[in-house]
């Protein structure tokens, strides 16, 4: 049996920032690149984006389920009222089932929760359903109203087509406009014991204002920071020559 020599594993390298938001390698030498990726233009020292620790709203919302099939829920009509009629908020939730909640961040920068519901107005086990969705937007200090997502969802008898495709609807909550996407494929309708919505995908783009927690180098020369929230972003690409000194220091 032959054994290969192994090759150590390469680990990013720590950088810092400095007067005037300079990236600088562990020697204090500035780091040369580009801001985002790689281009045509002469690479220059690197300057950390301020703007990445600045609040930043929430503009669009991913989301994919599957809906339960092919019952709908008693009173459907009831699901319209929501939006509508506060005083009839009891009867839309007998009416329509959870879809889950997700952190967003306002247009303040503070966090708020956007909360989802859906309500079958109507199912036929040889022809299909058809589902609405509705959005709320709760603060600490204020909820909207249920509003609908200005689509039917309509769903074949099989359930794992959605018949009308509804683009990347709009919803406007709380003041603020809010772009809805679903993943191609992730929205469904097959049946559920439990007869309730399984949530497969939620997330939000934005955050709230958060502080750099560490800056690194990796060896593909990715300058990849870390923040106060526990997200990453890709911030700069070093150039060549210099992430390879730095790497190899």
């Known amino acids: 049996m032959i054994e290969r020599a192994s090759t150590p594993k390469e680990t990013p390298v ?4 400095v007067a005037g938001q300079r990236i600088v390698m562990p020697g204090m030498d500035s780091v040369l690149g580009w801001i985002g990726g790689e281009s045509g233009r002469a690479a220059q020292a690197l300057v ?11 503009e669009t919302i991913a989301y994919a389920c599957n809906l339960p099939a092919p019952a709908p829920r008693a009173h459907p009509e009831q699901s319209l009222l929501g939006a509508a009629n506060p005083e009839a908020e009891a009867s839309f939730l007998a009416a329509s089932l959870p879809g889950r909640r997700l952190t967003i961040v306002t247009a303040g920068g503070k966090r708020g929760a956007m909360v989802f519901r859906w309500a079958c107005v109507t ?5 299909g359903a058809v589902w609405h969705c509705f959005m709320k937007l709760c603060t600490s200090s204020t909820a909207s109203p249920w509003t609908a997502v200005g689509h039917d969802y309509i769903f074949d008898a099989a359930g794992g087509l959605l018949v009308s495709t509804p683009g990347n609807p709009r919803v406007t909550l709380g003041g603020s406009s809010f772009k809805l996407t679903h993943p191609d494929g992730k929205l469904k309708c097959f049946p559920s014991h439990a007869g309730l919505v399984k949530v497969a995908r939620i997330s939000a783009d ?3 204002k958060r502080e750099l927690q560490s ?14 929230d526990g997200s990453e972003a890709r911030v700069a690409t070093a150039a060549p020559a210099r992430s390879a000194a730095i790497l190899a220091a």
């Not at 720590?14 to 920032?17: F, G």
């Not at 950390?48 to 929430?58: K, S, V």
């Open 123 to 127: 199912a036929n086990a040889s022809i």
């Open 215 to 228: 800056l690194w180098l990796y060896p593909d020369r990715r300058v990849i920071a870390r923040f106060s």
């Open 14 to 17: 720590p950088l810092s920032i």
């Open 206 to 208: 934005g955050w709230a």
């Open 48 to 58: 950390f984006p301020h703007w990445l620790l600045e609040p930043r709203p929430t």
